[in-house]
Each structure stands twice: as structure tokens, then as C-alpha cells.
């Protein structure tokens, strides 16, 4: 399949789809063609920031929907000043406030028509806004400010997060009605460092993009790429490639080119794994796996490395 970057409408840079995504996108059932909006959550990455949802997962979401003809519209709700994130969201008439345009302006809900509509970092939007914007998910009718009359909302809702919101339901920072208003479908994308298999894949398109043959990524720089657990997740993958084509100068691409934190890395693990018990890294990674009823997870944890890499050892020896 060709789906995670078919909205970019570039042939050339278009790679196969890897298994695990094939998985996300047939969890989600087929949109009923009667409802006006159709609430969604997305959840990223345990608390971490980097994973670049709104360019890479969300549109693949929205081509794989029967809303693929109609527009993508994404909207930070963490960027946006307090006091414009009413007028983006729901538009206003003209002369509705001091500075409005002449014209007014159309609302994120109705550039969206037809298509979806993406509420990027919804944890970070203010209460006042919150019961707004539940009024428009449960009514269907968007009022711009300013007007006397609802304009109809025609479209479908994602709203991504990497906050715990049935945390901030708790303490008072998101509401209860907007979070079980939303939560109609979950889906919770895993960190980098849990989807291995996706590494190589976006370090391919990644060396595209930038104008690099993957085959110049010699094996020990993949192998090194695998053992990293990537706390900046697919950002941080991007950056590094973009550094190795910087600094290659159009040369050989080596080691020495990675960022520190990756070799540091690196050469921290080897450490922890070869001090390990006094043992032969074959025989501590057996025991290991043995002792955790072969729990890769709990394996690696208790040789102080990372799953990656305790995956890459264990191909090593042939375990």
C-alpha cells in the first residue's frame, strides 16, 4: 500500500506502508456518510513531543477516510494566542471585534467542510473555548462571532494530545463532557522506540526527501540508527539525516557524522551490557531472556539497555 504519504502528491518519494500501519488504519471502522462530525482522539507517545502527527500519521488517516476528497485543516491549539483561537476556530462577520477584517473571515469548521479537521494538541485549549467547541459537536452549527445565525458543520473532528487527559479531567484543566464528547474512537501511536520496524522505513523516505540514496547509510549507521531509542521520536530521525547530508558534503557518509547523543549512546549501552554480571554478552543476553520468561522488554531493561538493542543483539546471536 501506498498511504502514509500519498496527500503530499509526490510519486518519487513514495514508499510501501510497513506492517504496523496497515494495523492502525484498518482499526478504523468506515465512517457513516449521515453524521455531520464524527469525533476522534489520537494520542501520541506517552508525554513526548517529536512524533510530527500532523505531517506524517493524521493526513495518512484522513486519505484512508471517505473524506480524502474534502480538505485537510490543521489547527495547534498550543500556538494560537487565547484571545484569536475562538476567531480560527468559528470565524467571525465583519466588524464583529476592533481589527476584524472587512470581509470577516471564515472559521477552521467551515474551511473544513467536507473533508477533516484536525485539533492538534487539544489539552493545551482553554476552558472557556472547550465549552464552544463542545456546543458545535454536539449541535453540529458553528456560530462565527459576531453572527446572528449557525452556519452548519459538515466535516470530521481529530484531536491529538501527548498529555493525559483523564489526568487533566481530574484536576480541573480539561472537561469531562468534552474528553467522553470526543472519545468516540482512540488511537494511541507508540514512540519510535517501540515501532522498530518503522525506523529504516522513515530513514528511507527521510534520505529521499533530502535528496540521499539510502544505500549510502553503510550498515553500521542503520545498526546504530536501530539502537537508538529516539526520545525526540521521528523529529529527531529527520534531523539526523538532515545533518549527515549536511556534513557529507556530498561524501562518504561515517559514523563520525551522527549527532554525540546518538554515539554516545551507543557507547554507553556496549558499557552497561559488557560490565553486566562479568558475563560474555551471549551468555547475558541468554540469561537474561531466560530469567524474564523471554519478555524482550524486561530483558533489556535489566541489562540497562534498550529494546532496540537488545533486538539487535539477539539477531546477533541468532536468539
Known amino acids: 500500500m501506498h498511504l502514509l504519504f ?20 484498518d482499526a478504523i471502522p468506515p465512517t457513516s456518510r449521515g453524521a455531520a462530525i464524527r469525533p476522534c ?25 471517505e473524506y480524502s476528497e474534502g480538505p485537510f485543516v490543521p489547527l495547534n491549539c498550543g500556538c494560537i494566542p487565547r484571545d484569536l483561537i475562538a476567531s480560527e476556530l468559528f470565524g467571525y462577520t465583519r466588524g464583529a471585534f476592533t481589527g476584524a477584517e472587512k470581509t470577516g473571515k471564515k472559521g477552521k469548521f467551515e474551511i ?8 492538534d494538541e487539544i489539552g493545551e485549549m482553554p476552558l472557556d473555548i472547550q465549552v464552544a467547541l463542545l456546543r458545535v459537536l454536539e449541535d453540529r452549527v458553528v456560530y462565527p462571532i459576531g453572527a446572528d445565525k449557525g452556519v452548519p458543520a459538515y466535516c470530521r473532528v481529530i484531536a491529538a494530545t501527548n498529555k493525559d487527559l483523564l489526568r487533566a479531567v481530574k484536576e480541573g484543566l480539561f472537561r469531562v463532557d468534552l474528553y467522553y464528547r470526543l472519545n468516540v474512537l482512540s488511537i494511541r501511536i507508540p514512540p519510535l522506540r517501540e515501532r522498530i520496524e518503522d525506523i529504516l522505513f522513515l530513514a528511507e523516505y527521510f534520505c529521499r526527501q533530502f535528496g540521499l540514496e539510502f544505500s549510502q547509510l553503510y ?39 551522527l549527532p554525540e547523543e546518538i554515539l554516545a549512546f551507543n557507547k554507553t549501552a556496549d558499557l552497561n551490557l559488557n560490565k553486566a554480571c562479568g558475563l560474555s554478552e551471549q551468555a547475558q543476553i541468554k540469561k537474561s531472556l531466560h530469567e524474564s520468561g523471554h519478555n524482550v522488554s524486561e530483558a533489556a531493561r535489566k541489562l540497562g539497555i534498550s529494546r532496540s538493542t537488545m533486538y539487535r543483539k539477539m539477531k546477533k546471536y541468532g536468539y
Open 6 to 25: 500519498k496527500r503530499w502528491r509526490q510519486p518519487d518519494l513514495t514508499v510501501p506502508l510497513p506492517p504496523p500501519w496497515t494495523e492502525y488504519l
Open 219 to 257: 550498515p553500521e549507521i542503520r545498526e546504530l540508527f536501530l539502537s537508538y531509542p529516539w526520545p525526540g521520536n521521528v523529529r529527531e530521525l529527520k534531523n539526523a539525516i538532515e545533518r549527515l547530508v549536511c556534513f557529507s558534503n556530498g561524501g562518504p557518509i561515517t559514523r563520525e557524522l
Open 41 to 65: 482522539t489520537y494520542r501520541s507517545n506517552h508525554g513526548r513531543r517529536g512524533s510530527t502527527a500532523s505531517t506524517l500519521q493524521l493526513p495518512a488517516i484522513h486519505d484512508y477516510s
Open 112 to 119: 473544513a467542510a467536507g473533508g477533516t479537521l484536525f485539533l
